[in-house]
């Protein structure tokens, strides 16, 4: 039954895909000026590479400029999403026995990290907000944002501000795949990064998907997706409310409710109605919702988490009348949301998580956006000649089972004959950076 409505994860289109090979192969080969060109034809905007870059003065200006409200906000998100994940920050270890052995991991965070930001005909600051910080968070060197020019070639003031609030440290006007390739292979204007973040629509996630292995990305973001459990106790109009808040962004947004009460299901389609009649989106929100839009009715709250689990939506909402015995037992969703007072919108701009999260099922596997995403482990292994000569027989009996003499030799060479002379000063404490 529920079968035919679980997500599907897969490639782009062939066109899709075509397209965009075209024009990553494009970038790689004339780097600036394919940018150039694939921006004049598909954004309508005709930048010289030396005005891509917006000014930091620019980004302050834009923050003096924006309404004082809207600024307190920026600022609230930034402080809460930077408390969060200071929690996240791990230093890592190195451990020393009484022989003199030393294992241990050193956490550094990444180099280079490029953001992409929706844009062009919309403005979303909290893309920035909750992709930047994060990375400041983990110790990245340099934030590049890259976004789509609006078709006077500008980038909202807001988006300007959030950057600079976030932590950014530089902000080009180009968006698309084109840009994807740009902070994959690098041009002249354009710096090479060691990991690509943000959404986007298909052409720049078929990109993220092409370059994966040339640099990192963070994920392969889907439609987005809310799932809401709720009991008989549950406000139909707030379940409305919610289903209409995920399907208002874009007609392949997809909402669920799963309810152990068939009083609530059956007034739902009224409410929904009600409120869709009066939404400023109401085209879309139609549409998605006759696409993606699924009532699913259980005998229990047993089954519903059965449900939920199922299928490892996005966002999860828990709308009954005890909702943590009920949220503990969800474990394939990218974030939960538990209560009435906890509206999924809490989540996408000022609770403190990222709202970058795992799509289209991929929650089974996959983690929200955290520091960890922005920074790499490295191994430390430190022998002392005492371990070595403990441990020796084991390696080189591995090593000739697998066939690798050498492996072996290397270990054999040693024993007996490691130098005497005294071992260089050892640090015991944690590794640095």
């Not at 494009?26 to 780097?31: A, K």
């Not at 300007?160 to 002249?188: C, E, H, K, N, S």
């Not at 379940?239 to 009083?263: F, K, L, N, P, Y």
């Not at 299901?265 to 699924?294: C, M, Y």
Request: negative net charge; proline residues 6%; charged residues 25%.
């Amino acid at each position: 039954m529920l079968a035919p409505h679980l997500p599907r994860i897969g490639g782009a289109d062939p066109d899709t895909a075509r397209a965009v090979r075209a024009i990553l192969d494009d970038v790689r080969t004339s780097r600036d000026a394919a940018v150039r060109e694939h921006t004049k034809r598909l954004d309508g905007v005709d930048l010289a590479p030396e005005q891509w870059e917006v000014p930091g003065v620019r980004c302050q200006d834009a923050l003096e400029k924006i309404p004082r409200a809207v600024h307190a906000a920026l600022q609230t998100a930034v402080r809460r999403v930077r408390g969060y994940h200071a929690r996240q920050a791990d230093e890592g270890f190195l451990e020393r026995d009484e022989h003199g052995t030393e294992i241990g991991m050193r956490v550094v965070p990444l180099e280079r990290v490029g953001l992409y930001v929706p844009g062009g005909k919309a403005a979303y600051p909290s893309t920035v907000i909750m992709n930047a910080v994060p990375a400041v968070v983990a110790g990245v060197a340099e934030i590049v944002m890259v976004t789509p020019p609006g078709r006077g070639g500008e980038t909202p003031d807001v988006v300007l501000a959030a950057a600079r609030l976030a932590g950014v440290d530089r902000v080009f006007r180009i968006g698309g795949a084109q840009a994807i390739a740009a902070l994959a292979y690098g041009t002249r204007t354009i710096p090479r990064v060691d990991k690509i973040v943000g959404p986007g629509n298909r052409f720049v996630t078929e990109a993220k998907r092409q370059v994966a292995g040339e640099v990192g990305i963070d994920m392969m973001a889907g439609p987005t997706e809310v799932l809401i459990i709720a009991d008989g106790h549950a406000d139909v109009r707030f379940i409305a409310a919610d289903m209409i808040a995920q399907a208002e962004h874009d007609e392949d947004a997809c909402a669920w409710c799963v309810t152990t009460s068939t009083v609530l299901a059956d007034a739902l389609d009224n409410e929904l109605a009600r409120q869709v009649a009066r939404a400023p989106r109401k085209t879309i929100v139609e549409r998605s919702l006759a696409a993606h839009g699924v009532v699913v009715v259980v005998p229990d709250l047993d089954s519903a988490v059965e449900v939920a689990n199922r299928r490892a939506p996005e966002h999860l909402e828990v709308l009954t009348r005890d909702p943590w015995p009920v949220a503990r037992r969800i474990r394939h969703a990218g974030a939960i949301f538990v209560g009435a007072s906890t509206p999924e919108p809490v989540g996408d701009y000022l609770a403190g998580p990222s709202h970058v999260l795992p799509t289209s099922g991929t929650a089974r596997y996959v983690s929200p956006l955290g520091v960890y995403d922005f920074v790499k482990r490295i191994s430390v292994i430190g022998y002392s000649e005492w371990q070595l000569e403990q441990d020796a027989a084991h390696i080189i009996a591995l090593a000739e089972a697998e066939g690798l003499f050498g492996h072996a030799e290397a270990v054999r060479v040693r024993q007996g004959a490691v130098s005497r002379q005294p071992s260089a000063a050892r640090r015991s404490e944690r590794p640095e950076g």
